[in-house]
């Protein structure tokens, strides 16, 4: 089970710490994700990290702002969101996979076996 929380009201160029706690398994073995809807738009990805943190993905909208990292030992992984705006409003969701994936795989949300329920971001101008 996927725990998303730390979204909120924020103005623009402000900052959020989103936390996804997994619990009921062990975590280390999964691939961590994080993605976000817009009203009336898609699911799109917005980061992912590997395993063992050696490895992350960001997509050219969020790349310099957001950062991704995870603790395994506390079984939770991190989107720290710094300089946001506006159109970063979305409900955000975690997701893991037990998959080796990396690359572009990183942002395919069928790879993703589990989801947690989402944490609302809204960015006022």
């Known amino acids: 089970q996927l725990q998303a929380s730390g979204g909120g009201l924020v103005q623009a160029g402000g900052s959020l710490r989103l936390s996804c706690a997994a619990s009921g398994r062990t975590f280390s073995p999964y691939v961590m994700g994080w993605f976000r809807q817009a009203p009336g738009k898609d699911r799109e990805p917005v980061a992912a990290?590997?395993?063992?943190?050696?490895?992350?993905y960001y997509p050219n909208s969020v790349k310099g702002r957001f950062t991704i990292s995870r603790d395994n030992a506390k079984n939770t992984v991190y989107l720290q969101m710094n300089s946001l705006r506006p159109e970063d409003t979305a409900v955000y969701y975690c997701a893991a996979t037990k998959l080796p994936i990396s690359g572009s795989r990183y942002a395919t949300q069928s790879e993703y076996d589990y989801w947690g329920q989402g944490t609302l971001v809204t960015v006022s101008s």
């Open positions: 990290i590997s395993r063992s943190s050696g490895s992350t």
